[in-house]
Structures are given as C-alpha cells and as structure tokens.
T-cell receptor
C-alpha cells in the first residue's frame, strides 16, 4: 500500500467554523507533512512531524493547529480562518532515516478548502 | 542555501512535438533534485529524481532529465508529448537539517499540449 489518503476532498467553511482535515498512511512512514498550495503556485511547507512530534513549523498562524495522534494519522484543525486561507491542502509522508538521507515523499490528493 | 528556479511559467506545445522544461538550481552543498507532476485537481507525483551517479535520469511516462553541474541546471525533456501530459510540473530540491527533511519547490511550469 503506497497510498496517502486525505478527507474530505472538498470543504467549504465560514470564518467562524471549526473543521478538521485528515490524512492517513499505512506505509510505516514516521515523517508526515502538511503543505498549502494556492492556485497556480507551488506547494509551501507548513508543518513536519517526525516520530509523531512536531519538528518543523514554518511560522504558520495559530488558526491552523496540527495534530499527530499516532504514526498513521495526521490532522489539521482549522478555526477562525480567513478567505485568503482558501487553498489546496496537501499531506505527504516519508520514511525517516538519520544522517540526511533522502527519502521519497508520497503525496495525498489534497483537500480543497474554500473559506467564505 | 538551496533554491530552484523554473524559467518558464507556461509552455505550449503541439502533440507529438518534443518539449523541454527548464530548471536551474542554486546550491553550495550536495544536490538532490526532483521533478514532480500535478494533474488537475490531484496531488503531486514524482516523475524522477537525481541523488548521485549518472547525470542522465530517466523517469516515468517517457520523461528524462539531465543534471548539469557546470550550468547548474536540471532540465526536463520528453521527445514526443501527448495530450495527457498536460499538467503542472514542479522542480524541487531537498534539504535536511536537525529538524527534518524538507522539499522546496520551484514556481512551476504549466505544460499545455495542443492537438
């Protein structure tokens, strides 16, 4: 199984709503990633979890709250978002080895978020 | 510091014609370079990667890329494109630090294959 799944595929929410994006992989990967991709732009890294601990936060606003409840799941909790947060949110996972060795990141299909 | 630059935001080409998508990198350390493809409304798929060894890298769907250290380039090529190759293509590099592994993407090139 080399698949990263993301739910929901589409999400429309108001600025006062609370919602969550979910990501799941069963490849035994111990690194998981959230990216944000605006239209016609490249993905931008938001968060990295290594061994279920937050290792990288690219100065993301606190209205985005990541959570890694176990090695297979990654959530992104959303609260009080702004219309400019509308984007495709991509999840990825990879093996994690020491010494800077490259490990391929496998991407999910993304959740397309619209904030009204 | 590392970064990648994609020189063309859009490349229109007729079906069955050859295509080259350009990528230049800037790095003073070991270079790991990648090309990803993103079809409409989908996630990213790895086309090919350069880690070390042979400078000519072959990937999926008939694509290949050549790592050129003297020109700091990693251009993507295909000798004959299909309509189904219409997609966004991203060049990326890889960084590792104590916090983890990070991919950084270029701005993307939209390949538009016309019949």
């Amino acid at each position: 199984d080399t698949e990263v799944t993301q739910t929901p595929k589409h999400l429309v929410m108001g600025m006062t709503n609370k919602k969550s994006l979910k990501c799941e992989q069963h490849m035994g990967h111990r690194a998981m990633y959230w990216y944000k991709q605006k239209a016609k732009k490249p993905p931008e890294l938001m968060f990295v979890y290594s061994y279920e601990k937050l290792s990288i936060n690219e100065s993301v606003p606190s209205r985005f709250s990541p959570e890694c409840p176990n090695s297979s799941l990654l959530n992104l909790h959303l609260h009080a978002l702004q219309p400019e947060d509308s984007a495709l949110y991509l999840c990825a996972s990879s093996q994690l080895t020491s010494g800077g060795q490259y490990n391929e990141q496998f991407f999910g299909p993304g959740t397309r978020l619209t904030v009204l | 510091a590392q970064s990648v630059t994609q020189l063309d935001s859009q490349v229109p080409v007729f079906e069955e014609a050859p295509v080259e998508l350009r990528c230049n990198y800037s790095s003073s350390v070991s270079v790991y370079l990648f090309w990803y493809v993103q079809y409409p409304n989908q996630g990213l798929q790895l086309l090919l990667k350069y880690l070390s060894g042979s400078t000519l890298v072959k990937g999926i769907n008939g694509f290949e890329a050549e790592f050129n250290k003297s020109q700091t380039s990693f251009h993507l090529r295909k000798p004959s494109v299909h309509i189904s190759d219409t997609a966004e293509y991203f060049c990326a590099d890889f960084r590792h630090n104590n916090a983890g592994n990070m991919l950084t993407f270029g701005g993307g090139t939209r390949l538009m294959v016309k019949p």
